[in-house]
């Protein structure tokens, strides 16, 4: 039991980050602009927060500048894509590739420490959050035993990812007139056009929204999991994300039970390095570290064929006259 719950835990944190990007992908891809520039919008907030919360010893104030770096990365993507109706996908790789470039140059220029930033202070960080009577319900069999292990001691981002984002997201995008002229947009926007909806309005709000998020997962992974950059630290969760979106089918639920699986995956790969199997021995660690992603390759293989994408997604909108 402790070790499932050790198991489901790793789980939890493992997939925030993946959680905030494929609901970052989400807002972009259901106004039908393609967005795999997750990886460098996540990348580049991860430095600037780690950089600010750095300066400043205030994580908070590093959250804001990771929100703030992801979101003018996810206009410059808006300018491109919707004002200017670029490729789409060039696009998305131009920021992956500014994001990968710019981090460990600024980050030797500013820290001198081969284009990673300092370790973190404990007063810079976030820090996990020990819920009401966990301590002193830890000893009870099962109910005690998930309260005190599983969902007790996660970091506020976990909290807000799950609690706050998740339902937020689902309600805007199936409840809200704003999530209908997402959704319209992203299906037939001459048609959302037509009916008096501004195509470029919606496509900008729904990529300040991507950014915004893209900036969250970006910070958990500086501010609080690593407590530093590191370069290339996001080490294709941008990718896993998006795979883990289209795997849910562009349906906030389903994308995020697809980040819950890939990063099971992941706990399960972690803690099998090292460890001696019956009757096959130690397996070697290449093979243990690739499992999240042959898994990825195989869920998409299976179902990115049933999958039905936005009907607009990647189609440039010129304004009929």
Request: charged share 10%; with cysteine; proline share 5%.
């Amino acid at each position: 039991m402790e070790q499932l719950i050790s198991l489901l835990d790793s789980t939890i944190r493992v997939s925030t980050p993946l959680v905030l990007a494929a609901l970052a992908g989400l807002f972009s891809e259901r106004s039908g602009v393609v967005d795999i520039g997750l990886e460098g919008k996540m990348l580049t907030a991860a430095f600037a927060s780690a950089a600010v919360a750095y300066a400043t010893g205030n994580p908070w104030l590093g959250l804001l500048a990771g929100m703030f770096a992801a979101t003018m990365l996810s206009m410059l993507h808006a300018l491109v894509s919707v004002t200017y109706n670029g490729n789409q996908l060039i696009s998305g790789m131009a920021v992956n590739t500014i994001a990968s470039g710019i981090t460990p140059v600024l980050g030797l220029a500013w820290f001198q420490q081969g284009g990673n930033s300092p370790q973190l202070d404990d007063v810079a960080r976030f820090h996990e959050i020990n819920l009401p009577f966990a301590d002193s319900i830890a000893n009870v069999p099962v109910i005690g035993q998930i309260y005190s292990g599983l969902l007790s001691g996660h970091c506020i981002l976990v909290y807000l990812a799950f609690l706050v984002v998740l339902p937020l997201v689902t309600w805007t995008v199936y409840c809200s007139r704003f999530g209908l002229r997402l959704r319209a947009v992203g299906e037939n926007p001459h048609a959302a056009d037509t009916a008096g909806i501004s195509v470029v309005r919606i496509r900008y709000l729904a990529l300040l929204c991507n950014g915004m998020l893209c900036g969250m997962a970006g910070t958990f992974l500086s501010v609080y999991q690593t407590g530093s950059f590191i370069k290339e630290m996001t080490a294709g969760k941008g990718f896993l994300a998006l795979a883990a979106l289209i795997f849910g089918k562009w349906r906030p639920t389903y994308a995020v039970m697809g980040c819950l699986l890939f990063a099971f995956a992941d706990a399960v790969q972690i803690r099998l390095e090292g460890v001696p199997l019956p009757f096959i021995g130690e397996i070697p660690s290449q093979f243990i570290q690739v499992i999240p992603y042959v898994l990825t390759v195989l869920l998409l293989a299976g179902f990115v064929g049933r999958a039905v994408a936005p009907k607009a997604i990647g189609i440039p909108f010129v304004k009929s006259r």
